[in-house]
């Protein structure tokens, strides 16, 4: 029999969401165009400051799109670190899954032993019934030996009685009524003693079949042993004195006499 475990399994804490937030995505820039190449006279004496002012724009379109592409990367970088903690909540996710599932094969197993107990305690109950049943039939065995003794022995008390007084003259030596009153209450005590032996004995068969084919299908263990029925040898014995009895009364033998 497997051991009873009372002490449920611990089931494993829910893992937190991931804290890192989704980074947010950069606005697109403005299309700019490009500063076109200005064509001054060169003999003009501007022709200098045309040029330096289209330096100082073509610059700073360059920076518009450095500080863009700059954004760009630390968005990547963002995204990246998120993807990153992204996978290891997936593994700890993971690592998660296999502790509920640990956990419930270990309910399932404690589920077993507590159903395999159950069956045992069933088992054995089924097979302490039979010894119930056994012990029932001998009681009530007992009972019909008590009646049937009563009625045998105040029967033959009754015809001894009556004898004694035939044979000490102090009743009509016509009178048999006392006579045949005893031995019919001999009869009916060993008529009835015949019919609780033959009902115990074929109860008590038909009960040995039956936990018999329960042992073999394993429906009950089958350990315990039927002794010998001492109830049933002491009715055979009171069922033999009482033909003696009545043998002795109705041919006046002097079987216990």
Do not use: C
Request: proline share 5%; aromatic share 8%.
């Amino acid at each position: 029999m497997m051991e009873k475990n009372d002490k449920l399994p611990d089931r494993p804490e829910r893992l937190a969401e991931p804290a890192t937030p989704l980074p947010v995505r950069p606005p697109h820039t403005e299309v700019t165009p490009v500063p076109p190449i200005p064509q001054p006279d060169h003999a003009d004496e501007d022709a200098a400051t045309i040029y330096s002012a289209y330096r100082t724009g073509l610059s700073n379109h360059r920076t518009g799109l450095s500080e863009h592409r700059t954004s760009l990367s630390e968005f990547r970088t963002d995204l990246s670190t998120h993807r990153t903690g992204l996978s290891e909540y997936r593994t700890d996710l993971s690592k998660h899954r296999t502790d509920l599932s640990d956990h419930r094969t270990e309910l399932s197993e404690q589920r077993t032993q507590m159903s395999t107990g159950r069956t045992e305690m069933s088992m054995r109950r089924t097979g302490m019934s039979f010894q119930r049943t056994r012990l029932s039939a001998e009681r009530t065995l007992m009972s019909i030996v008590r009646t049937s003794l009563s009625l045998i022995g105040f029967g033959f008390t009754i015809f001894q009685f009556f004898a004694h007084l035939k044979s000490s003259s102090l009743l009509a030596e016509g009178s048999h009524a006392p006579r045949n009153f005893g031995i019919a209450l001999v009869a009916l005590g060993i008529f009835m003693l015949t019919l609780g032996i033959v009902y115990h004995i074929n109860f008590m068969v038909g009960l040995r079949k039956e936990r018999t084919a329960m042992t073999k299908d394993k429906f009950i263990h089958g350990e315990s042993a039927y002794p010998v029925s001492l109830t049933l040898i002491t009715a055979t014995l009171l069922w033999v004195l009482g033909l003696l009895a009545i043998a002795s009364m109705a041919f006046n033998a002097g079987t216990l006499g």
